[in-house]
């Protein structure tokens, strides 16, 4: 089950939900379209696997800097990370809940929706880190920690995008730094 959802996941992270058919994905899997559909319900069904798949295993580098004991080099791991996860040989460039959130249509909205709340999961997680960094004392007071992994949110975004439009892995360390010439002092 979990080399399946790693070929979809490839599929889809290429081509989004909607530019992904259903031909393209049972030929990945290995599997026909009456299979593909007893076993997960539908393409959204597949999709949403492959989003719990994706979280779980390729965006293990979040929790790892989330544990780092200071919010400054905390947030540095997760920016650099980023910058190495979405220049991976192995993947497409960029991030899927980014990609797939820009390519969809009205049509799947509930794709849409879901790709966005996970983003925002992603930084509600950065939000409290940042929190109990402030109520540690390690912030300074006049810093919003909901302001600040907002920005650091739409940085990562950006890293995203700029990635999927060929950016390379020195390009995206840059912007990484760059950001954190913004740190609070």
């Not at 989004?16 to 290995?30: Q, R």
């Not at 925002?120 to 540690?136: D, F, H, N, W, Y």
């Not at 909901?146 to 890293?159: I, Q």
Request: hydrophobic share 45%.
């Amino acid at each position: 089950m979990d080399e399946a959802l790693d070929r979809a996941l490839q599929v889809f992270w290429r081509r989004g939900y909607e530019g992904a058919s259903v031909a393209e994905l049972t030929h990945a899997i290995g599997i026909n379209p009456p299979s593909l559909y007893a076993a997960f319900g539908n393409k959204e069904g597949l999709f949403r696997k492959v989003l719990e798949r994706y979280v779980a295993v390729r965006t293990k580098f979040w929790d790892d800097a989330l544990a780092t004991p200071s919010p400054r080099d905390m947030v540095e791991r997760l920016l650099h990370g980023t910058a190495d996860f979405m220049t991976e040989a192995c993947n497409p460039p960029g991030c899927m809940l980014v990609r797939g959130t820009i390519a969809c249509s009205d049509m799947a909205q509930d794709v849409h929706q879901e790709l966005i709340g996970r983003r925002r999961e992603g930084e509600r997680r950065l939000c409290e880190r940042l929190m109990s960094a402030k109520a540690a004392g390690e912030l300074p007071d006049d810093l919003d920690p909901a302001d600040f992994a907002r920005f650091v949110a739409t940085v990562l975004e950006g890293m995203s995008i700029h990635a999927a439009g060929g950016a390379s892995r020195d390009d995206l360390h840059k912007i990484a730094a760059t950001a954190m010439r913004a740190w609070p002092v």
